[in-house]
């Protein structure tokens, strides 16, 4: 193993659930205004998600007042706090980018029913 695959993985955080393309995630994000710090959450439907070790990324997309918002996190960032997992979606891809141009109950996607 060479010293950046090392430094890498002793970076990668434990602590995040496993989640997948389609379901509904709660983002707990550290926003720094001034010398003041707060936790902003941020959620809705995971889009994408980019595999790695330490440069892994998910992109989450809500929509808020009627317009649609996308971000996209780095999984081990320290900016962080916590993700919660709401719901499992039941989707047949890995990259949701057809839920740009749909509106409404169309958007929506199916809840993974457990057997």
Known sequence: MGVVEFLEKEQMRQDIPQFKTGDTVKVYVRIVEGQK?????????????RQGTSRATFTVRKVSYGVGVEKTFPLHSPVIERIELVTRGRVRRS???????????????EELRKS
């Open 37 to 49: 710090q707060r936790i902003q959450a941020y959620e809705g439907v995971v889009i994408r998600k």
């Open 95 to 109: 990259r949701l980018y057809y839920l740009r141009q749909l509106k409404g109950k169309k958007a929506r996607i």
